[in-house]
């Protein structure tokens, strides 16, 4: 359990700093040939994510192919929204922002698996809303495509969490992992044909840190959850928060207000006891595969 519980925020920071290698790109190579040649890389990882009995074919097939092609999809949409936001936001604010995942899961959770939500949950909810309008305080800061493409990236992820409680648990790992990798590697290839720009020496070392990086990252939280139940990884996601700080600060110049600060540790705080009492309330994380 505990060696687990360390992979998983061993995991953690390497997707932090993955993002932190993405965001060094600033722009310079757009969002969606980014997110390809990160999936693209991403596939190194594949023989270390293949189990016994599985084979290559699985990667790119599921017992419900439905919820595979969901997962492809939110998998796109939320890798091409993050990078989007990790260009034009601070990292730690566009982190709080995609905290509201758990959130998201339990609406969509109370819309589509009719799962009751008790008066807890709830206030969970309502509190991690309001850390998003300390944070966001429309009216008195201006709002923009980096903002929206961060709640893009926690409602698209929190879609494809909904598609792996429907598809069960006995979907093979390699295919939950292929499923991440096909959605990029589709969106991002077609999106990114009419604009394609080469990049530098420079630019190609940092695709290389985003995409090795992110494709470690995954590969230790699939060791974490075979050590470790998914509801005591989980958690250590938010870890990803002090990356963010001490990065967005040494790294990106980034400040951060005592309001935003404040929202922050709303949106954290709503996120980690919706996890929280999840796992109490719903049993589905004990089978939970993490990819």
Request: hydrophobic share 60%.
């Amino acid at each position: 359990m505990f060696k687990g519980v360390l992979l998983g925020f061993a995991s953690f920071a390497a997707y932090a700093i993955s993002d932190a290698f993405v965001k060094s790109l600033r722009g310079g190579v757009p969002a969606y040939e980014a997110v390809f040649i990160g999936a693209l890389l991403g596939l190194a990882a594949l023989p270390l994510v293949k189990g016994r009995g599985e084979s290559w074919r699985d990667a790119v097939t599921a017992r419900r192919p439905g919820l595979w092609w969901v997962r492809a999809v939110t998998g796109a949409i939320c890798n091409i929204s993050s990078v989007t936001a990790f260009t034009l936001l601070p990292m730690a604010e566009v982190f709080a922002l995609i905290f509201l995942m758990p959130i998201f899961v339990t609406l969509l959770s109370v819309l589509f698996l009719k799962e009751h939500v008790g008066w807890r949950r709830w206030s969970a909810v309502v509190a991690g809303f309001v850390g998003v309008l300390v944070v966001l305080r429309p009216g008195f800061r201006h709002l923009g495509l980096g903002h929206a493409a961060a709640i893009a990236c926690g409602l698209s992820g929190a879609v494809s969490v909904i598609a792996l409680r429907l598809a069960g648990p006995h979907e093979k790992r390699v295919s939950l992992y292929g499923a991440g990798m096909v959605g990029p590697l589709i969106v991002g290839g077609l999106l990114m044909l009419p604009g394609f720009v080469w990049p530098d020496l420079r630019q190609w070392w940092l695709l290389a840190g985003y995409g090795l990086l992110a494709a470690l990252a995954a590969v230790l939280l699939m060791y974490a959850t075979l050590l470790a139940h998914a509801n005591r990884v989980a958690p250590t996601q938010y870890s990803q928060m002090l990356w963010a700080i001490g990065f967005g600060y040494w790294l990106f110049g980034d400040r951060l207000d005592w309001p935003m600060l404040a929202g922050i540790a709303l949106i954290l705080g709503a996120g980690i006891f919706t996890l929280v009492r999840e796992e109490k309330v719903t049993p589905w994380w004990r089978r939970a595969k993490m990819i």
